[in-house]
């Protein structure tokens, strides 16, 4: 926690035993006929080997296409990454040519996604679509990738999995469905699984069976997790760390304990603020007023700012840094401490 | 702006009621000559009471019926079996202008802000549509002027009456939907998912408008959502729905807090909450599988085989929802307790 690199660092190899993941200084924007959208405007974060980031973030926040950059599945055009390093084991995977990456992809980092159903493919068995990454990626002969696929079905605990090799997508529930899908991304072993909204799209109690198979995973395969959310009910479940984002930055990096108990950045505070608890009843909700930014006229100063109750001159004048708060956290404000000790809202 | 509906009504009265409500929605085989080789059962027999002011929140998960419940207190679908009175008046054996009349009194909001406003039509013309069907509830020369308070009263610019869907927010084009099914003055206001495709911070907002309208106009609500922590917020009453059926209901509290149904016990515990501290001491209820499908539900409890309390009569006898032991509220169990330790 405390060597992360809170600004943009001189590139230089991770030292041994560094960070798994490295995100540095990242900008990527989309170019339209209407202009150009400032996505992601300098995103810097790293993950450790074995440990579970969630990025949390609400729609156009650019938590998705971060994680789109380090899979190097972008749409460019219109996605442009202006500059950044995404550094994996100290090697910058945006060098690489797409022969590399395509290395790095499936092996190293794999990804699922929230809507199982269409990242699946109709037309062929799921049997058939687990084992063509092995046939593919690993030369494996057919009858040896589908013993492997029985085993992945079985890994993610689908029922009678040697039965249900040749069942087509359909035919499985949502919560199989992402069972598939994991099994997919689990069969290359990789390092670092990235979950894009991965229950979203699930009901409560089929949630909770994919978070719980998802931590297991995580723990029996030595896995680091990026997971990308908007619940903070789910973060809290399952996260170590947490970076919140606002408009393509990443407003607030902490712990996850941390951050619950005393958010430092105005917009977590509002988000926590503004949700109805299950375990009360409350009276009226608090809400962050007004709307998030049109990404291609982004606030001066800080972009939070037209929303904020904490707004003074100086966040309409002057972006502010990551402020690094005593214990190991950042938060990009420029009235962090004041925000973090307020207690009273 | 004056008041469209009068408040001054008691509260506690009942406005809807609904009489064992079924909708089979049949499975067909062949082409000419179809046969009906079964049904899907998405509504199964479901009885409930909506008083005045109050909001009764519907929750479930996917599949269980809770929109399809919606669609026919609209008389969007027709039931196969069932009664329901909105205000005395038979809402399912009318039809024409009577039919017509209690409509005006009944709308809703749907889920999605994108889909369920017509992207040619400015949002003067989409609230003001309802005033075509019912020219009676606001005489032509004024329709403009009712529109443009109705944007105002949802917290909307009155002069971007000339707009069109696209240019606004999913906030605030949920905000559009509301003003319109509050545009013939209606009573109870059935709210699918209102607020479960906004982000969470725009989610607050429009929480607190449909609480808000409530107060200033009187109006019943009944909020199907599947988010549990919304529900609690919102809800004086919930009714928790399970493969068609209601399966426990009851005020905030005894739902919330002294739930007797397994189902709601394993529902609630597995609803996650923020709050990093609460990982350790909360226990979840795990289930087992898969919501069975509607088409081929289980004998006797629907839910029986994602319990832990099954017994063989489960499997027998069809549990009612009425008020059991364990807390003096309606729950479908034969083994209904509350929750030991939590």
């Known amino acids: 926690m405390s060597q992360h690199a809170v600004r943009p660092t001189p590139a230089s190899p991770t030292p041994p035993g560094g960070h798994l993941l490295e995100v540095r200084d990242l900008h990527?924007?989309?170019?339209?006929?209407?202009?150009v959208a400032k996505v992601i405007n300098g995103v810097s974060y790293h993950l450790d080997p074995g440990e579970t980031l969630a990025v949390l973030g609400e729609s156009g926040s650019g938590k998705s296409v971060t994680a789109q950059a380090i899979?190097?599945?972008?749409?460019?055009?219109?996605?442009?990454i202006s500059s950044g390093?995404?550094?994996?084991?100290?090697?910058?995977?945006?060098?690489?040519?797409?022969?590399?990456?395509?290395?790095?992809?499936?092996?190293?980092?794999?990804?699922?996604?929230?809507d199982a159903l269409s990242a699946l493919n109709p037309v062929f068995p799921v049997g058939w679509q687990i084992g063509e990454t092995l046939r593919q990626r690993l030369g494996m002969s057919r009858a040896d990738a589908r013993r492997r696929a029985v085993e992945l079905m079985d890994l993610v605990q689908i029922p009678g999995a040697a039965k249900r090799l040749g069942d087509y997508p359909h035919q499985f529930s949502g919560g199989m469905r992402q069972r598939v899908m994991i099994a997919m991304a689990l069969a290359m072993e990789p390092k670092l699984l990235i979950?894009?909204?991965?229950?979203?799209?699930?009901?409560?109690?089929?949630?909770?069976?994919?978070?719980?198979?998802?931590?297991d995973l995580r723990r029996d395969l030595d896995m680091a997790m990026i997971l990308i959310t908007h619940d903070l009910g789910v973060v809290a479940d399952v996260a170590d760390r947490i970076a919140v984002m606002y408009a393509g930055r990443i407003v607030e990096?902490?712990?996850?304990?941390?951050?619950?108990?005393?958010?430092?950045?105005?917009?977590?505070?509002?988000?926590?603020?503004?949700?109805?608890?299950?375990?009360?009843?409350?009276?009226?909700?608090?809400t962050i007023q007004g709307l998030p930014p049109n990404l291609m006229r982004i606030p001066s100063g800080c972009p939070f700012h037209p929303r904020c109750p904490y707004a003074q001159q100086v966040c309409v004048d002057v972006v502010p840094h990551d402020l690094v708060l005593g214990d190991g956290r950042t938060s990009a404000c420029h009235f962090a401490q004041e925000v973090r000790d307020d207690r009273a809202s | 702006m004056t008041a469209p509906a009068s408040p001054t009504k008691v509260r506690g009265e009942t406005i809807l009621s609904v009489n064992h409500l079924v909708k089979h929605f049949p499975i067909t085989q062949g082409v000419l000559l179809k046969k009906k080789v079964g049904a899907v059962k998405a509504v199964d027999g479901v009885s409930f009471e909506l008083r005045r002011g109050e909001t009764l929140g519907i929750v479930g998960e996917s599949g269980c019926g809770k929109s399809t419940l919606a669609r026919l207190l609209m008389r969007l679908e027709k039931p196969t079996a069932g009664r329901a009175t909105l205000a005395g008046r038979d809402l399912f054996s009318t039809s024409g202008a009577e039919l017509r009349r209690i409509r005006r009194n009944m709308q809703m909001v749907m889920q999605d802000p994108y889909t369920s406003l017509n992207p040619r039509m400015t949002v003067?013309?989409?609230?003001?549509?309802?005033?075509?069907?019912?020219?009676?509830?606001?005489?032509?020369?004024?329709?403009?002027?009712?529109?443009?308070?109705?944007?105002?009263?949802?917290?909307?610019?009155?002069?971007?009456?000339?707009?069109?869907?696209?240019?606004?927010s999913g906030g605030q084009r949920q905000r559009i939907g509301i003003a319109r099914a509050l545009a013939l003055r209606p009573e109870v206001i059935v709210c699918d998912e209102p607020?479960?495709?906004?982000?969470?911070s725009i989610q607050a907002q429009v929480i607190n408008l449909l609480e808000q309208l409530q107060d200033e106009f009187g109006l019943s609500y009944i909020f199907i959502a599947h988010d549990l922590s919304v529900v609690r917020h919102i809800s004086d009453r919930i009714a928790v729905m399970y493969l068609g059926r209601i399966v426990e209901i009851g005020t905030e509290d005894e739902i919330y807090e002294r739930a007797t149904h397994p189902y709601t016990q394993a529902l609630l515990s597995a609803a996650p909450v923020p709050d990093p501290d609460a990982r350790e001491h909360r226990t979840v209820i795990r289930l087992k599988g898969d919501v069975p499908s509607p088409a081929d539900p289980p004998s006797g409890c629907h839910f029986r085989t994602r319990c832990w309390k099954a017994q063989e009569i489960c499997a027998v006898q069809d549990p009612q929802t009425v008020l059991r032991a364990a807390d003096p509220h309606p729950s479908a169990c034969h083994f209904a307790e509350l929750r030991p330790g939590v």
């Open chain 1, 195 to 215: 979950a894009d909204e991965p229950t979203t799209a699930l009901d409560v109690t089929v949630q909770a069976q994919i978070m719980d198979l998802l931590a």
């Open chain 1, 85 to 114: 390093q995404i550094l994996y084991q100290g090697r910058d995977l945006l060098g690489l040519s797409e022969e590399q990456r395509r290395q790095v992809r499936g092996k190293e980092i794999a990804m699922i996604f929230q």
């Open chain 1, 28 to 35: 990527v924007e989309f170019r339209t006929g209407e202009g």
């Open chain 2, 195 to 200: 607020v479960s495709a906004l982000d969470v």
């Open chain 1, 253 to 286: 990096h902490a712990d996850v304990r941390s951050l619950y108990r005393a958010p430092a950045h105005p917009y977590t505070k509002g988000l926590l603020a503004s949700i109805p608890r299950l375990d009360q009843r409350g009276g009226k909700l608090s």
């Open chain 2, 124 to 168: 003067g013309d989409i609230i003001g549509e309802p005033f075509e069907i019912h020219p009676e509830a606001a005489p032509k020369g004024s329709r403009q002027r009712r529109v443009q308070e109705l944007l105002d009263v949802v917290g909307l610019n009155p002069e971007h009456i000339n707009r069109y869907p696209h240019q606004f």
């Open chain 1, 71 to 80: 899979m190097g599945i972008l749409d460019t055009p219109p996605a442009h």
